[in-house]
């Protein structure tokens, strides 16, 4: 084999190479679209949009209108009041239970009585995590509880005391 012929079968086998790479890796990165969705009436969904919503707000310089507007839209008067007290006493955000903004959050329907309960899943920095129970009313859904337990369970993962 002369050298020409072993020069053109070294550049065909690079640039073999470097397609299949290229085409592998274009292939990988290719990912299917995502999609969230929810109705107005679900309580999940609004549980949901109320977290998502307040901690980009939260997270954005400036938008402490927001923030307050979202809390008078989406929480009871009497618990704005009792927040607002937490915070006093605990120095800390009462809807985040913490003085810092999460990375991620999960929402996830634990329980259904007179009103609904689910259980709020915060992803801090290094993957750590906290839960907390909020519960929203039926027919106004508003939320009117935040804490570490529901109202009428066990804690959170704990079955509501009235059962689904």
């Known amino acids: 084999m002369n050298s020409s012929t072993r020069t053109r079968r ?15 890796t274009a292939q990988a990165s290719a990912k299917a679209p995502r999609s969230v969705g929810g109705k107005p009436s679900d309580n999940l969904t609004r549980i949901a949009d ?11 310089e400036g938008s402490g209108d927001l923030r307050d507007a979202l809390r008078a839209h989406y929480l009871t008067p009497a ?3 009792e927040l607002n007290a937490w915070e006093e006493r605990e120095h800390a955000d009462g809807v985040l239970r913490a003085q810092n903004v999460p990375l991620a959050w999960k929402v996830t329907e634990s329980g259904n009585n007179k ?10 920095s ?16 508003k939320i009117f509880h935040i804490g570490t337990k529901g109202i009428g ?6 079955k509501s005391s009235g059962g689904k």
Do not use: C, N, P
């Open 79 to 81: 618990f704005q009041k």
């Open 50 to 60: 109320f977290y998502g919503t307040y901690i980009d707000a939260v997270t954005d």
């Open 115 to 124: 009103h609904t309960e689910a259980v709020v899943t915060l992803t801090w």
């Open 10 to 24: 070294t550049a065909l086998a690079v640039g073999l190479a470097l397609a299949l790479g290229l085409g592998a």
């Open 126 to 141: 290094a993957g750590q995590t906290s839960t907390l129970v909020v519960d929203m009313t039926r027919d106004t859904h």
């Open 153 to 158: 369970t066990k804690g959170v993962g704990g």
